[in-house]
Every structure is written in structure tokens, then in C-alpha cells.
């Protein structure tokens, strides 16, 4: 399978711990996005990274999360002292270009679960 | 930032008819508008998509019309199939700035197709 690739699919944990979630894009694609869905809801966009440098952060994303994309390949998402309210889909989405009509290809996400 | 509204929120068709769904957006400088399609638990996935160089762009039973002086793009499907029942999602990008690419999505339309 040649489209982008998250990791794990599915994770449930408990109120205060710490998660990781991984992305492969598409080999080659330059840009990777990240975005939170929550049921009935349209994708948010949480952050940005053009190669290796994180060019945008969302003001969705608090203190408590964080990205690294480090060779410009793939990506991690985490979030440390989980709260409920962090419980949603973890979308990756990578294009490769250099302008805004670019096609992005989403990952099946991470259903994160915090109980 | 790019603000974008959909409209409707839940459209219900009988197998065989037309269905619009109908977005807005603000930013006059975004010029790619894509449709996605998104399954119960699956990933969006890309259906069609405008560039604002054209105003219209057919694939088969689906169609995009872009209007980009009222600001505003739709999605047409014709002969409506069950299997077209989903959540359906247009998008705009943010045009400048380090946002390149980045999309805001519309709230969602979820089509039932009824047999």
C-alpha cells in the first residue's frame, strides 16, 4: 500500500497518560498535515509541516501536544496528560507541491479513546 | 483565515435523483476547491476537485461548478446509487502565507440514498 500509513489504528487510555501516534506519507510528498475529527464534524486543522520544518500550529493545539516530522519523512503526533476531551480521530493528510492546489491524501487515522 | 460553510447538513434522496450539496467560502485568493467522501470509520477520500480556472469539471456522474465571484462552489451527483450514501466534505485552502495548502473544511453533508 503506497498511500499514507497511521499508526496505531485504534488506542484507548486512560485520563493523564501520554500517546503517540505515527504517519508515512506518501513517499516523496513534501507536505504533511495533521487534523482532528470528531463525530459529525468536518476535519480541524491542528498543524503544518513543509519537510522537516513545522510552519503552522493550530490554536487547537494546546501546550500539551506536540509534532515532529524529523527527516522530513514521517511524522509523530503526541499528547501528553490526555483529557476526554482530547478523545476524536488523529487524521494525517501529505500533498506534495509547492502551491495551495495541491491534491491531499488522508490516512485511515487513529481513533484515540481517553477514559 | 479561510471560513467555509456547507450547506445542507443532511440531504435525502430516492435512488436515481440528482442531490446538490453547496458551499461558501471567503478568501477571494483560494483557487482550489476539493469535494471528499468519507465512509463510516473510513478515511476522506478525494472525489473531485476545481481549479478556479475553469467553472465547471464533470467525472462521470459527478460534477463541481465554481463560482468565483459570488464565492461559492457545488457538487452535483446525478443517478444517485446507494453506495453513494456518505458524509460529504468540500474544502478551500488558505491562499497565502505559510498555511499553503492547508484546508479548512465545510460542516459535512451526510447523503442517504434510499433503494
Not at chain 1, 66 to 90: C, H, N, V, W
Not at chain 2, 76 to 105: M, R
Request: glycine share 8%; net charge neutral; hydrophobic share 30%.
Amino acid at each position: 500500500d503506497t498511500g499514507v500509513s497511521q499508526n496505531p489504528r485504534h488506542k484507548i487510555t486512560k485520563r493523564g497518560q501520554n500517546v503517540t501516534f505515527r504517519c508515512d506519507p506518501i513517499s516523496e510528498h513534501n507536505r504533511l498535515y495533521w487534523y482532528r475529527q470528531t463525530l459529525g464534524q468536518g476535519p480541524e486543522f491542528l498543524t503544518y509541516f513543509q519537510n522537516e520544518a513545522q510552519l503552522e500550529k493550530s490554536r487547537l493545539l494546546s501546550d500539551r501536544f506536540s509534532a515532529e516530522r524529523p527527516k522530513g519523512s514521517f511524522s509523530t503526533l503526541e499528547i501528553q496528560r490526555t483529557e476526554q476531551g482530547d478523545s476524536a480521530m488523529y487524521l494525517c493528510a501529505s500533498s506534495l507541491g509547492q502551491g495551495a492546489n495541491t491534491e491531499a491524501f488522508f490516512g485511515q487515522g487513529t481513533r484515540l479513546t481517553v477514559v | 483565515g479561510e471560513n467555509v460553510e456547507q450547506h445542507p447538513s443532511t440531504l435525502s434522496v430516492q435512488e436515481g435523483d440528482s442531490a446538490v450539496i453547496k458551499c461558501t467560502y471567503s478568501d477571494s485568493a483560494s483557487n482550489y476547491f476539493p469535494w471528499y467522501k468519507q465512509e463510516l470509520g473510513k478515511r476522506p477520500q478525494l472525489i473531485i476537485d476545481i481549479r478556479s480556472n475553469v467553472g465547471e469539471k464533470k467525472d462521470q456522474r459527478i460534477a463541481v461548478t465554481l463560482n468565483k465571484t459570488a464565492k461559492h462552489f457545488s457538487l452535483h451527483i446525478t443517478e444517485t446509487q446507494p453506495e453513494d450514501s456518505a458524509v460529504y466534505f468540500c474544502a478551500a485552502p488558505n491562499a497565502g502565507g505559510t498555511s499553503y495548502g492547508k484546508l479548512t473544511f465545510g460542516q459535512g453533508t451526510i447523503l442517504t440514498v434510499h433503494p
